[in-house]
Each structure stands twice: as C-alpha cells, then as structure tokens.
C-alpha cells in the first residue's frame, strides 16, 4: 500500500501545475485584469486633481504608447502606467510570471492581495471557520439522515413509504438552496416576530464577553438557518445512492443462498450487506465535504452575510485579485488531490479485499 500511496503522490506534481497551466492562461487571457482597473481607477476614482491631470495628459498629446493594451490608459504618464504594471508584476512575460508564482506557491507564499493590502494565505486561514462549518455541519447532517434513509427505502422498495418519501426529496432537491435561505429568513428571522433566529453571521457582536457555553449555543445558534438551507436540498442524492446500492446488493447470490439457510433478516442485512453496500456511500464523504466547503455554499454566504471562502473567491474574480484567485486554486486543488487518495484509503479501510497495490496508474 506504501507503493501505491508514494505513486499517487508523485501523481499530484503534474496534475497540480497542468491545472495551473490552464488557468493561468485563462485568467490572463480575461479582460480587465489588474492593471486595467488600476489604470481606470487612477483615471476617474482618485478625485478632481488626477481627473484634471489625465485630460491634461490627452491635450499635451501623451499617450499610452507603451501599454496600448490597456483600456483607459490612453492618455496617462507612460512612466506611471509602468509603475503600476510593476506594482503587479506585469512588468515580465507572462512565462516569467508562472514560474515565480509556482516558486512561490511550492513553498506556500501565496503573496499579498492587490486590493485587500494582506497576505493571502491569512485571508483564506481567516474565512476558514465560516466555510468549514457550513460544510462539515452539512455534511454530517446529510449522511446522518441520508444513510438510514436509503436503507430503510431499500428494505421497504416499493412501498407506499418509498413512493412519498421519494416525492419529498425529489421536491426538496428541485428548489435551489438561496430559495430556502430566503424562506426561513422571511418565516423564522427578519419576518417573523419573534425572530427565533438572527438573520446575519457566524456569531454575535458580543460573542468574546460570553462564556464558553454561551459561545457554543450562540455560534449553534447562528448556524441553523443558513445548514438548514443547505441541507435541505441535499438529500436527494445520497439518499437514491444508498438505495441503489442496497438494491443491488440485496438481489445478489449470497445474500439468497444466506436467506436460504434461515439466517435472519437484519443479520444478513448488517452482516453481510452493509459492508459491500456502503463502500461507495463511505468513501465519498471527504470529496463531498470538499465540495460543499468550496463550491455550495456561496449564495448561502452572500445571503446570510457570512464571510467566508467562496465570498472571498468570488469578490476576487470581480476585481481580478489574481493573489487570491490563484492562491485559492492551487490550495484546494492540492487539498482536493490529497481527498482523492484518502478516497482510496477509506476503500481499503472499508473492505480490505480491496487491493490498490496491483493497480496501473
């Protein structure tokens, strides 16, 4: 297993710059990046006296000879447009660019953002909390529920029981999350009049004065609503998931040579059953919870006024705060390559008979 492991780590080094590759060729292949909103925000957001000096500029007949490029650069200092494209860097090629960035980001400096003034590394660790604890709690909630579920619509298959509960989730999974959101605002928060809930964030303005276990109640307390939303909508999924495998399992030989011999239901359902059912189900929960921390819970975030990472990446890709953008890919890409070969360890924990040893990478 130290083979397969120590392979697929080697594996991580190309697929992690490939993605890089091409994402940074995209990104930079985007209008309006950096230099751009500096060069239009030095042109009209920096008051009169700058606005009077780039017409100024226009009349005296300078113009953006070196950085044609640029929209809105026409008439500003050639000197101060190539001080700001090496306040950003863009005073290199772009293969130069690359190189030093990954230099940097192998040795996780992911540099300062270009608008927000901080280290990047320190905004993403900081809008952590928020993020993990949509995910992890949306995460647990659903297999908690998911999993009894599907077993229990796969005993009863066919059944009335079956029937509506699929309606129920399939109801529940065809309503966006922000719609949620936004009914258990209207019904248990801004509209209602005892307001249950509070209506934004991840605690209260007061939450360092409180004890710890009023810490704990007031963070559970906020985190309600915006898992609620999010939840919601997530069984559907995991729930058929379950089922089917179940299904499938249950219609297998041994499980009627094990009904043949007189052993009982729940025996053969948790003895036998369970195991080969479940690995599917079991080994998905980290790649799930990846995907709910980094890629669900935006709206949910904007909605509920929480400031976490997909807020973060969001607002970076509008300003074009490359630090941020790339920073955020190469660390969850290298954290969702990681995912990926615990994926395949929790196969191997779930049923042994599983060997990755043999396998071609």
Known sequence: MSKYIFKRLL????????????????????PGGPVEQALLSAKYSQGDGEVVKSTQN????VTDTGAASYRGAQGLDPEFIKKIETMYGFDKPPMERFFLMMWR?????FDDSFFRGRNVLELIIERLPVSISLGLWTTLIVYLV????GILKAVRHGSKFDAWTSGVIA????????????????????????????LRG????NWNSLPWWEQIGDYLWHMVLPVLAMVLGGFAGLTFLTK???????????????????VMPKKILYGHVFRNAMLIVISGFPGSLIRILFTGALLIEIIFSLDGIGLLGYTAILKRDYPIIFGELYFFTLL?????LVNDLMYRAVDPRIDFESREL
């Open 11 to 30: 594996l991580i080094i190309p697929t992690l710059l490939g993605i890089m590759v091409v994402n940074f060729i995209v990104i930079q292949a985007a």
């Open 58 to 61: 226009i009349k005296s007949g």
């Open 105 to 109: 980001y192998i040795r996780f400096d």
């Open 146 to 149: 998911s999993i009894p579920l």
């Open 171 to 198: 109801v529940f999974y065809a309503i966006p999350s922000f719609l949620f959101a936004l009914l258990l605002i209207t019904l248990l928060a801004a509209g209602n009049p005892l307001k249950l809930f509070p």
């Open 202 to 205: 991840l605690v209260s303005e």
């Open 244 to 262: 089917n495998s179940f299904l499938e399992e249950i219609n297998k030989q041994y499980v009627i040579t094990a009904r043949a011999k007189g």
């Open 336 to 340: 969702g390559l990681l995912i990926k």
